[in-house]
T-cell receptor, first 112, second 110 residues
Framework: GENVEQHPSTLSVQEGDSAVIKCTYSDSASNYFPWYKQELGKRPQLIIDIRSNVGEKKDQRIAVTLNKTAKHFSLHITETQPEDSAVYFC???????????FGRGTSLIVHP | KAGVTQTPRYLIKTRGQQVTLSCSPI?????VSWYQQTPGQGLQFLFEYFSETQRNKGNFPGRFSGRQFSNSRSEMNVSTLELGDSALYLC?????????FGPGTRLTVL
């Protein structure tokens, strides 16, 4: 089955800095890569996703890049703000009836 | 559309008891997945139901079971509770790829 590794487990940055979270996956058939943000005490919510036919996707201060050959994808957050502090989960899926496999999460702390 | 709802939100049980958790998906979503979330372990997949049938299953013991009704609402049951079952149990409904999570049920086993 699919295996998703996520690093780092904890990331501490100063407000205004950039943050990068990296994930690798094992199943070359995976073609859908979502990222979820979970604030303390709240449910995970999708913040951005990318499909295997695209190498990069941006949405304001967040972007995701995908390298299919190396089987890794990354989340980039620019100009971080304290409200970006949360746990971020990456996931990989074949889509269809396949359930996404999640990484273990990265706790991002943005210091004001 | 109303989001995914879960009941109850909090539950305290003792070892050996059983518990049933409920999840109502977003209207029109036929897939419901269940996850166990504990600190440091991320989101561990329990099982997925689609049109009243278990379609996918994770690596959890048989004490964990579930079902789905014709209206897509789903329940999960944990029998003979152990201390290690204390966790946040999340359900998620989906129509295609994107999963929409409920607020979770916080289960504490004493």
């Amino acid at each position: 089955g699919e295996n998703v590794e996520q690093h780092p487990s904890t990331l501490s940055v100063q407000e205004g800095d950039s943050a990068v979270i990296k994930c690798t996956y094992s199943d070359s058939a995976s073609n859908y890569f979502p990222w979820y943000k979970q604030e303390l005490g709240k449910r995970p919510q999708l913040i951005i996703d990318i499909r295997s036919n695209v190498g990069e996707k941006k949405d304001q201060r967040i972007a995701v890049t995908l390298n299919k050959t190396a089987k890794h994808f990354s989340l980039h957050i620019t100009e971080t703000q304290p409200e970006d502090s949360a746990v971020y989960f990456c996931a990989a899926s074949r889509g269809g009836s396949y359930i996404p496999t999640f990484g273990r999460g990265t706790s991002l702390i943005v210091h004001p | 559309k109303a989001g995914v709802t879960q009941t109850p939100r909090y539950l305290i049980k003792t070892r050996g008891q059983q518990v049933t958790l409920s999840c109502s998906p977003i209207s029109g979503h036929r897939s419901v997945s269940w996850y166990q979330q504990t600190p440091g372990q991320g989101l561990q997949f329990l099982f997925e139901y689609f049109s009243e049938t278990q379609r996918n299953k994770g690596n959890f013991p048989g004490r964990f079971s579930g079902r789905q009704f014709s209206n897509s609402r789903s329940e999960m049951n944990v029998s003979t509770l152990e201390l290690g079952d204390s966790a946040l149990y999340l359900c998620a409904s989906s129509f295609s790829n994107e999963q929409f999570f409920g607020p979770g049920t916080r289960l504490t086993v004493l």
